[in-house]
């Protein structure tokens, strides 16, 4: 398998890991994203959408960051991410951090621009989801 959605979907998250979650040059004008848990569940679809549904995350949190811990591609569009996320809830002021938040991203890379982007702030959720178990995730390719 080629490993260029792979590269691809790593420098999205080497931005985000910087902080900068502002270009979403990446996303195709047509993205569906899907939060399927979390703090701020939903779907949007478009630009508009996609910076709608990720300002919910931003607002809900201070200091928030997510990191990758992992990229496997999946088949000839798909790349999970393994991550985890940081940050204080700004009303709760709960701390991320010490919840162990393990994340799941499912990056659907089609002729160089992401189609549709899922996440899931319950990573075992995610894995039943895609019936993968974490060691499948964490196989081979």
Known sequence: MSQENVEFVRSI???????DYRS????????????????????WIGHAGLAEGWAGVMTAFEEFS????EFRELDHERVLVIGHHSGRGRSSGMDLG?????????FHVRDGKVTRFVT?????RGFADLDLSE???????
């Open 66 to 69: 997510t990191q990758a811990d």
């Open 120 to 124: 899931y702030w319950d990573r075992e």
């Open 13 to 19: 998250y080497a931005a985000w890991e910087r902080g």
């Open 24 to 43: 979403i040059d990446w996303a195709d004008p047509k993205i569906e994203y899907v939060i399927v848990d979390g703090p701020a569940p939903g779907s």
């Open 98 to 106: 010490r919840m162990q938040t393990q994340t799941l991203g499912l």
């Open 135 to 141: 060691q499948d995730a964490h196989a081979d390719s």
